[in-house]
């Protein structure tokens, strides 16, 4: 049975994360494996808090890195639920680098990921609905549904 409902902002992450330099190439920016196993990473608390639940990954959309990262800076990852199917749910990561003596902010990468909710055994389990309140989240879910039905149509072409 699927559960009650559970607002945008109960399950809403931000993470901070001070790059260090065993994360950067020989130039001192960041991997772009990093910032996606912290996307992978800020993206799968959201659909815990949301589902209360263990989730697994089940698809990221293309990322591209829009600026990088250097040693020294922060990179910040803001993940939101956008959308609930049924046992699935897409999140949305926004990166920020943020040099920490300045304090300037630079979005440097976005993401959507679809994560499942389990049961105890393991097998795909309903997730609460999600409830978006504001318009803006109205709209981020009706973007989601779209891309949603998008990646479906994909698979599906890829099986034939
Ligand atoms: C994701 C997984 C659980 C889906 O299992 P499945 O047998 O296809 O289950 P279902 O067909 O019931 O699909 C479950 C949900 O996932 C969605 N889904 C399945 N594959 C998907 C994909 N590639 N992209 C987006 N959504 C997907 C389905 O649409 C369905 O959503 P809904 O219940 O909200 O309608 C399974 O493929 C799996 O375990 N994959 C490996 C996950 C993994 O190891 N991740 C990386 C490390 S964590």
Redesign the pocket.
Known sequence: MKKKGKPVKKSQVEVNHLILPHETTPRGYVLGGIVMQMV?MAG?IAAHRHSRRM?????MDRIDFLHPIKVGHLMILKASVNY??????EIGVKVFSENILTGRQQHTASAYL?F?A?DDN???T??PKLISKTREERRRSRKAQMR?RA??RE?KAKRR
């Not at 609930?84 to 749910?89: A, G």
């Open positions: 992978d799968a989730v697994v990954t089940a698809s609930v199917s049924r046992t699935s749910m679809t499942v389990l393991g097998m795909p309903p997730a949603r990646r479906l698979i």
